[in-house]
């Protein structure tokens, strides 16, 4: 996941970050041990600020990476500098944490979930996937329809803030899930339903609110207009 480590590397400076991000403040460690010399960089969004607008707008996709992404980056490092957790990449960090590690949970999530969203959206998506991807859709779901239904569905079923996803288990098989926070289905130790997302959908308020206000379902419908479904199939035959 691009810009997801760094072993002894210099945190990409964080410019935008003077504005409080109330959702990375979450958690602090809870040992004061140095136990990885890991460092997290803030990845590039592969497009503009504004590459999906209408659907998602320029302000929105500023603030979100440059600010609350950015945010938990620089507090997932202070946190893994501070806690004794397993682990040489965010996959295996987030596959070891444990619910009271709350600085690396949170933080952490926040970024695995952010560089995940970014890379699985772009300026040409929308439509339907195809090949192998839409083939395991229909097999699992029955339809692409049925599939955007219950995906839209638990988008909307989170309670306050999280996201939905589309995983892969260790079945390899794909199945939907959703997490509250910043919560996802690597954390074998926290969630009860674990998989390697391939497809997930922020649904925290800071991901919609300046364009959609209240209307969550305008946003999650329009997000199935800008997925970069081609991604998503290399993420699925990454994990199959």
Known sequence: MSGAVAVGSMILPITS?????????????????????LEFTLPALPYAFDALAPHIDAMTMEIHHDRHHAGYVRKLNKALSETEVKGDSIEGILSNVTADQTGVRNNGGGHFNHSLFWEIMGPDGGGQPSGDLLNAINTHFGSFEAFSEQFSAAAKGVFG???AWLCVNEQKEL???????QDNPLMTQ???????????????????YLNY???????????????????????MKAHM
């Open 161 to 163: 803030s999280g996201w």
């Open 175 to 181: 199945f939907i899930t959703s997490t509250p926070n």
């Open 213 to 235: 206000q209240n209307k969550r379902g305008d946003y999650i419908s329009n997000f199935m207009e800008v997925i970069n479904w081609a991604k998503v199939e290399q993420n």
């Open 17 to 37: 970050c003077g504005t409080k991000e109330e959702e990375g403040d979450t958690g602090e460690a809870q040992m004061s041990q140095t136990v990885s010399a």
């Open 190 to 208: 926290i969630v009860s339903e674990t998989g390697q997302p391939i497809l997930g959908i922020d649904v925290w308020e800071h991901a919609y």
